[in-house]
């Protein structure tokens, strides 16, 4: 069994300041290891399960984030940006069981993580006129291949997202966001609960976990800056929209990754 961990930082156990989440940054370090133990968990849980083959994607930031020293030796990480569409789930292909997504979080617009975004800082995404979450745009990435999401774990809000899209997807609320700050649970009980519940989602029929793709797609980038909504609505058939928006029209979620690829 093949199996796909993409690792996030802004839905770790305790995070809740944007100075923990920067590489070298004074307040990093201790959530650079939170990060790595959940994922090792996460490894353990799915091997416990049943995978015999892992592809890691350190998918935060610079993308250089976790400790990779005690990776087991059926498991390779993809470190740094590839720069091609897939993004956050770069080398993900038909060839996988399934996915596994760590330290997820709201989606920007959200209220819910005081470091909900998508994608970036200075814009907000909406798919088919919804704010729309990493988690969403990477399992619909996921589902071009096949490929469905079994585990995630990552804020309340974003746990409840999941909920309503498939609740048959497995997963760990690590934290709550109120106003600025956030209530987590215990490190270790992330630790615990995500090697026992990887395992299991691993139990999970893939039918049950697919995400079906939406046929036609209508894709909003809402940047805090007008005049860079204006410059990036000559992106090949986008479209401004006044005040600050670029509209983008197609059914091949695939182009959908590649003006997000582009423009934020």
Partial sequence: ?????????????GTTAWSETELNAPD?????KQMTKEVEAAIEGAILGGATEIL???AHDSARNLDISNLPVNCKVIRGWTYDPM???AGLDKSFDRAIFIGYHSKGGSERNPLAHTLCVFADVKINGEYASEFLINTYAAALHGVPVSFVSGDVGLIEEISSI????ITFATKEGIGNATISVSPQLTIKETK??????MKVSREDLQVTLPEHFVVEIIYRDHTRAYRNSFYPNATFKPHN??????????????ILQFLT
């Fill in 245 to 258: 928006t670029v509209e983008f029209v197609t059914d091949d979620f695939y182009e959908v990754l590649r």
């Fill in 1 to 13: 069994m093949k199996v796909y961990i993409s690792a996030d930082i802004e839905g770790i156990t």
């Fill in 166 to 169: 498939n609740d048959n997807i």
């Fill in 28 to 32: 990093y370090q201790f959530f650079k």
């Fill in 87 to 89: 993004c956050m789930v």
């Fill in 56 to 58: 890691l994607k350190d």
């Fill in 196 to 201: 026992r519940l990887v395992a299991s989602s």
